[in-house]
């Protein structure tokens, strides 16, 4: 009796480990490791490259993906702990840091370095001009929001006054301003890929201008955790950016049709060429960053779109919600 309790105490400690293990790894001893993206597009073609070229796999992770629509539905999630990576608007970090919160969300790798939304008119225009935006109704995405942001900083910049120059509508959720627009709301609509691409073949209208190529380049979608998250998984966080900067080597090296290929698993229900067409944009405008490295004049001009809008506080230094050292670790020790 005596011997069974001198062995039972280091047994039930060995059961301890495994049963708190099991939290974070699967059976073939994975990590694993709960994304949350803000939407579902081929935007994000380098976070699903990982994925379906096992990038993810190779470097022991489990990935989990779920899309939660809404950078602060995404916020919250991340927050919660109900996801540990969020990929979303860095503005929603600079959101979260301006509150004061005591555990703060750290930005750690760039995935795309632009706005991913394109000016989409009702009326086709092959000689459009901003000017024409005048006196319209715009159909513009949530206010605070990167994409609205983005959009009023480009409006501003070609003369106008998005609260004055135009009917600006921005009350309907972002999963639902597609749809809005399908049936007859605006007369120009901000609109992410495919959806650009998907309307242009039914007909409804035409891109005619690119707000990423006009807000110039900048830390638009990050992937991010809390910092008390990526204090005690260090390594896991290093091999998630490391995942990350193959992924994007892989797109910068082969063409839109092999892209579309390694990203229609997540696509399904659209149709190829159109996941092609709204690769091929994204991959013309430099939209995919070749490395997941936030740089400092990036951050820089993301401060004066948020000041533009009037949502910045202060202007936060780079160094304070940033983490570049996963992303420099990476892309020092991953080659093409």
């Not at 597609?178 to 650009?196: H, I, K, N, R, W």
């Not at 399904?268 to 013309?284: F, G, L, P, Q």
């Not at 948020?306 to 230094?317: H, M, S, T, V, Y």
Request: hydrophobic share 40%.
């Amino acid at each position: 009796m005596k011997g069974y309790k001198r062995l039972s105490l280091p047994f039930l400690l060995v059961l301890l480990c495994c049963s708190v293990l099991a939290g974070c790894s699967n059976n073939s001893g994975a990590v694993k490791v709960k994304i949350g993206e803000v939407t579902r597009s081929v935007f994000y073609a380098p976070e699903y490259v990982a994925l379906s070229q096992g990038f993810f796999k190779d470097e022991g992770l489990d990935v989990e993906l779920q899309t939660i629509p809404g950078g602060d539905k995404t916020m919250t999630a991340l927050l919660s702990g109900a996801i540990d990576v969020a990929l979303v608007g860095s503005e929603t970090s600079i959101y979260v840091y301006q509150q004061g919160a005591d555990d703060p969300v750290i930005n750690f790798a760039q995935l795309t370095q632009r706005d991913g939304t394109f000016l989409f008119a009702r009326t086709p225009d092959s000689h459009f001009t901003w000017d024409k935006v005048k006196g319209s109704t715009f159909l513009g995405q949530r206010q605070g929001g990167m994409p609205q942001m983005a959009g009023a900083f480009t409006l501003l910049n070609k003369g106008i006054d998005a609260g004055k120059d135009l009917t600006l509508i921005q009350n309907i959720d972002f999963a639902n301003i597609a749809g809005a627009f399908a049936s007859g709301t605006g007369d120009y609509v901000q609109l992410f890929e495919p959806q650009a691409s998907i309307f242009e073949s039914e007909g409804r209208g035409q891109v005619v201008a690119s707000f990423g190529v006009e807000s110039g380049y900048l830390p638009y979608t990050v992937f991010m955790s809390k910092e008390s998250y990526i204090h005690k998984n260090q390594a896991t966080v290093q091999k998630f950016t490391n995942a990350i900067q193959r992924a994007q080597l892989w797109v910068k090296a082969h063409s839109p049709e092999e892209i579309a290929e390694a990203v229609m698993p997540y696509f399904d229900n659209i149709d190829r060429t159109i996941v092609v067409s709204a690769i091929s944009r994204y991959k013309e405008q430099d939209t995919y960053a070749v490395n997941p490295v936030i740089e400092e004049k990036e951050w820089n001009n993301l401060l004066d779109v948020i000041d533009n809008a009037g949502e910045l506080k202060e202007r936060i230094p780079a160094g304070t919600i940033v983490d570049n050292s996963f992303a420099q670790q990476a892309e020092s020790s991953i080659k093409e």
